[in-house]
């Protein structure tokens, strides 16, 4: 969490693989990425305006998370079923993107981080088109179904509130400099200078 313009982004884009760290080593579950590309990466993202292909279906946009060709197999395809009725699209994989409500659209979204089944899932500003409580909701089901599988969620936020909902653990990121991980729960009843320069108080 921190102000535009801190870093957070680019840390994300780090970690992702899309920009070389200057020092220091990435490492996910005792892995070091580095020199790994995007795809190579234990990695998924999410990305602020999902990025769905209006000319493909819902189920289609999922499956490209795992099959970029298209050419699935039956267990693919079952993947991409499971998926949909997870985010509560069931029965939604045969329409497109421009027949679905922005909440839907951000759920197909999510589909398709989550049928990759990769171990760390990045968020990056997630949902931020949507209205407050599509948001909150849209920002809940992400941290459950993640965490059902045992994935770690890794979100930057400019928002407090998006971080009192989600988090367990909070790093405030500033000018290039990470301090923490800061327990959420103890975070704002007992804030930090860092945090209380941010917030204003």
């Known amino acids: 969490m921190g102000p535009s313009g801190g ?15 200057v020092s220091g080593r990435i490492e996910v579950n005792g892995r070091d990425l580095g020199g790994l590309a995007p795809f190579e990466r234990p990695v998924a993202q999410l990305f602020q305006d999902g990025n769905l292909f209006p000319h493909l279906t819902i189920a289609q ?19 991409v079923t499971n998926v949909l009725a997870r985010v509560g699209l069931e029965g939604h ?13 951000s759920r197909a979204a999510l589909a398709r981080v989550l049928v990759q089944d990769k171990p760390l899932v990045l ?61 959420r729960a103890t975070l704002f009843a007992d804030p930090p200078d860092a945090l209380r320069d941010y917030l204003g108080d």
């Not at 870093?7 to 693989?17: H, N, R």
């Not at 946009?61 to 993947?79: F, H, M, T």
């Open 7 to 21: 870093g957070k982004s680019t840390l994300l884009a780090v970690i992702g693989g899309f920009l070389e760290p």
């Open 61 to 79: 946009n999922v499956a490209l998370g795992i099959a970029p060709k298209l050419s699935k197999n039956p267990e693919q395809d079952a993947r």
């Open 93 to 105: 994989g045969n329409r497109r993107p421009g027949g679905l409500s922005g909440g839907q659209q």
């Open 123 to 183: 968020l990056d500003e997630p949902f931020s088109a949507l209205g407050p409580g599509l948001k909150a909701e849209m920002l809940v089901l992400a941290k459950e179904v993640l965490a059902a599988d045992g994935r770690t969620l890794l979100m930057v936020t400019h928002d407090p509130t998006d971080a009192e909902r989600v988090a367990g653990q909070v790093l405030l990121v500033a000018e290039g400099k990470v301090t923490g991980p800061h327990d």
